[in-house]
């Protein structure tokens, strides 16, 4: 069984229990929940397929027939709460416990860098411009960097990112890149942190208007009215259209300066509104 630390969804957590000691023995969910003090033998059952939550009373009783104790139970604990938090900052307290409890004993939770980086604008940026500025100091890096950060930051984002096997650095001091991009991929809690990004990238995009000179940023709009079909075959054209963004700003080594391109497409009137009686 892999270590509770692997999982940030209890439901797959107690689905993966049970399918590791059904295929070692006569295992039933009847056997699990009346271990876990659960009348209904399908309790627990349902409680995987997202049927049934699990309440704040009946986690000790399950963590203990699965045998989690001490900082696992600590671990499984957030774990059920994350799944219960409401709005993105909830999320993010959860799951920052969460990290903390893992790093506290030495152990990964395999989407806690990817959180981490997409958490805060300056960990994409910082990934970008390290490597187009060899031997350049972490207050240098901070200077180049729109808004203005510190140096500690800068430091703080470096190590991250050496440490997270986004960035390797060389004898001489040198950053370069392990992969050409970074994506999100199919992952529970990354989202949570990448919506937090949007709406940081959003804001520096509004002091961008006013900040930037024209001739150096360039912002453009178009407000229609669509259907549904038309609404889904234009999200697949902007995916198209980030893929090429990406192949053309990947096709050389070099980088002059890092830009950000944030692709906006949302509604602007509620349907149920939009229907005539």
Known sequence: MKDVFEYTNYRQYIADYYAEK??????TWREFAKVAGFSSSVYLKYVSEGRFSL???????????????????????EMVRLDHAKTDKAKKEVFGRMLAIADQNKAKILEGDSFRFFENWKNPVIRELAPAMPGAKP??????????????????????????DLLQKDESGNYKQTQKSVTTGPMGVTPVAVRGLHRQMGEIALDAIEGVQQNERHFSGVTVGITQNAYDEIVAEIAAFRRKVIEI???EDATDEVYRLNVQFFPMTNKNGNKKG
């Open 55 to 77: 309440s704040e009373d009946a986690v000790e009783r399950v963590a203990k027939a699965m045998d989690l104790v001490g900082v696992r139970f600590d671990y499984f604990a």
């Open 22 to 27: 059904k295929a070692a023995s006569s295992f």
């Open 139 to 164: 207050l240098a890096l901070a200077h180049a960097c729109r808004p203005k950060i510190s140096a500690a930051e800068v430091s703080e984002s470096l190590n991250f990112l050496v440490k997270a």
């Open 249 to 251: 700003a990947t096709r």
